[in-house]
């Protein structure tokens, strides 16, 4: 156990719609990722926040959003959602937003678009 | 941005056999490779981690070797279990980002 929680686990949904999956950091982790794991594109990182505030940004669409919160959790939103946005969704956690600090994965959410 | 390329992409040993992963990387200013593993439905979980300003790095079974010069990076595993079976991944970030290039992935199947 990485000590880093994702909720729901499985989330099965319609074309169109909107989700939110919850993640909650490490205890005295600041820093927030999320990535998104296709079978045919590996892991794929979505965007980072750092202590609140967005530090990086990656290969995110633009119905997607993320938000990190006071208390530290983060949320990624996903909206108007198409059956090739099903994957599984994993948020990881680190200390700090340095460059060689150990990113802590959690068990995922496994998103299924109908 | 930083491109990293992992081969092969599955790999068959028998057990005890030693297995090699490898993984190129396109900025030469990246200075952070950790390897992480993935069993069936479960979460990446690091295994091993090198900096730039080592060339080889040691733990148990596992070992992880750098060229900078060449940029590319290996993972090895000596006297493979079946416990071993599962996807790896090779990484890198650049300094002052602690944000990670994924490599593909590398299926390892090691048979009885």
């Known amino acids: 156990d990485s000590g880093v929680t994702q909720t729901p686990k499985h989330l099965i949904t319609a074309t169109g719609q909107r989700v939110t999956l919850r993640c909650s950091p490490r205890?005295?982790?600041?820093?927030v990722y999320w990535y998104q794991q296709s079978l045919d594109q590996g892991l794929q990182f979505l965007i980072q926040?750092?202590?609140?505030?967005?530090?990086a940004k990656g290969n995110i669409l633009e119905r997607f959003s993320a938000q990190q919160f006071p208390d530290l959790h983060s949320e990624l939103n996903l909206s108007s959602l198409e059956l090739g946005d099903s994957a599984l969704y994993f948020c990881?956690?680190?200390?700090?937003?340095?460059?060689?600090?150990?990113?802590?994965f959690g068990p995922g959410t496994r998103l299924t678009v109908l | 941005g930083e491109n990293v390329e992992q081969h092969p992409s599955t790999l068959s040993v028998q057990e005890g056999d030693s297995a090699v992963i490898k993984c190129t990387y396109s900025d030469s200013a990246s200075n952070y490779f950790p390897w992480y593993k993935q069993e069936l439905g479960k979460r990446p979980q690091l295994i091993i981690d090198i900096r730039s300003n080592v060339g080889e790095k040691k733990d148990q079974r596992i070992a992880v070797t750098l060229n900078k010069t060449a940029k590319h990076f290996s993972l090895h595993i000596t006297e493979t279990q079946p416990e071993d079976s599962a996807v790896y991944f090779c990484a890198a970030s650049l300094p002052g980002y602690s944000t990670l290039t994924f490599g593909k992935g590398t299926m390892l199947l090691v048979s009885p």
């Open positions: 205890s005295g982790d600041l820093s």
């Open positions: 926040y750092y202590n609140g505030e967005e530090r």
């Open positions: 990881a956690s680190s200390v700090g937003a340095g460059d060689t600090d150990t990113q802590y």
